[in-house]
């Protein structure tokens, strides 16, 4: 399984990106998938899944409204659009797999076959 994560780069408060998640080498179709960032010198955390199908998604309160996941299938990508930036924003962004099949989960050990990431930088 290969996750390989694009789209990252330095912007400016209020700016968008919208960040690309390829996979490989899974029936992609078949699970969640999930967004983690983790900034310096703190823990990956939970920014959004969504369910196999796209109709299911979740956030995390600090980026809800904001950030947007979805799916193309037929492509086997995940996309994250993100708006309204904020310089609390800046990490490196990870898909991975939703192995444990709930889109419920937010729990980074719930998830796996991580990318190698992508950085997102917010300026003030």
């Known amino acids: 399984v290969q996750l390989v994560e694009s789209g990252g780069g330095l912007v400016q408060t209020g700016a968008s990106l919208r960040l690309s998640c390829a996979a490989s080498?899974?029936?992609?179709?078949?699970?969640?998938m999930g967004w983690f960032r983790q900034a310096p010198g703190k823990e990956r955390e939970f920014a959004a899944t969504?369910?196999?199908?796209?109709?299911?998604?979740r956030y995390a309160d600090s980026v809800k409204g904001r950030f947007t996941i979805s799916r193309d299938n037929a492509k086997n990508t995940v996309y994250l659009q993100m708006n309204s930036l904020k310089p609390e924003d800046t990490a490196v962004y990870y898909c991975?797999?939703?192995?444990?099949?709930?889109?419920?989960?937010?729990?980074?050990?719930?998830?796996?076959?991580w990318g190698q990431g992508t950085q997102v930088t917010v300026s003030s």
């Open positions: 991975a797999v939703g192995y444990s099949g709930s889109v419920y989960s937010s729990s980074p050990r719930d998830f796996g076959s």
């Open positions: 080498g899974l029936a992609f179709s078949s699970y969640p």
């Open positions: 969504i369910n196999w199908s796209g109709d299911r998604t």
